[in-house]
């Protein structure tokens, strides 16, 4: 059983900042990539940015430049910083964890809103 507890949403002004943040535990078996997901309303869910066990990193067209996404190996742990925050980017925001195996795991999500 694998457990990801995130954090950092919430209600943030356009232009403000947060930073989420997904730890894994329990029975990974090996991560190989970590990332988030969001999800608007009427939307589909989209990915956010992505980290692999190498560093390399991905982002949405949407979000490059002003979000930033970090990993902490020894906590199993993946961070994504979000500055410049706009109104669309409100939607509820989902950690991804992915094994050597390829198989994925999900967060429960936690909602980020900004008002303009």
């Known amino acids: 059983q694998v457990q990801l507890v995130e954090s950092g949403g919430g209600l943030v002004q356009s232009g403000g900042s947060l930073r989420l943040s997904c730890a894994a535990s329990?029975?990974?078996?090996?991560?190989?990539?970590m990332g988030w997901y969001r999800q608007a309303p009427g939307k589909q869910r989209e990915l956010v940015a992505r980290?692999?066990?190498?560093?390399?990193?991905a982002y949405a067209d949407s979000v490059k430049g002003r979000f930033s996404i970090s990993r902490d190996n020894a906590k199993n742990t993946v961070y994504l910083q979000m500055n410049s925050l706009k109104p669309e980017d409100t939607a509820v925001y989902y950690c991804?964890?992915?094994?050597?195996?390829?198989?994925?795991?999900w967060g429960q999500g936690t909602q980020v809103t900004v008002s303009s």
């Open positions: 991804n964890v992915e094994n050597i195996l390829r198989t994925a795991h």
């Open positions: 980290i692999t066990s190498d560093g390399s990193t």
């Open positions: 329990g029975s990974i078996f090996g991560i190989y990539a």
